[in-house]
């Protein structure tokens, strides 16, 4: 019984740990040139990946709940995050630029 009692508790925090990794999606630009990744940490803060380099981070102290930014491609070489904040009225709906 304690054997059992141990590996039902390993597996649930394993289950735990994995619930809470880093949420990832890529997008491709309009023509195909260019790639990028949006990864969100474990408080909805998402960094841009290019080319596997880090190119623009959420300075923010990141949300209570798990949120999505848009991706909206400019042209081949710039992008734009939006956040539209829907639970409070737009209060804090945030527009960042990133040029590649």
């Known amino acids: 019984m304690k054997r059992l009692l141990i590996l039902c508790m390993i597996c649930i925090i394993a289950w735990s740990l994995s619930a809470c990794s880093n949420r990832t999606e890529e997008y491709t630009s309009p023509n195909g040139e260019n790639t990028i990744t949006v990864e969100y940490d474990f ?15 959420y300075d923010g102290s990141g949300f ?33 630029g990133i040029d590649l």
């Open 43 to 57: 408080v909805s803060r998402p960094h841009v990946i290019h080319n596997g380099d880090v190119i623009w981070k």
């Open 64 to 96: 209570n709940e798990e949120v999505f930014f848009n991706v909206e491609w400019i042209d081949e070489d710039t992008v734009k995050l939006i956040y539209n904040d829907e639970s409070h009225g737009g209060k804090y709906c945030e527009e960042f």
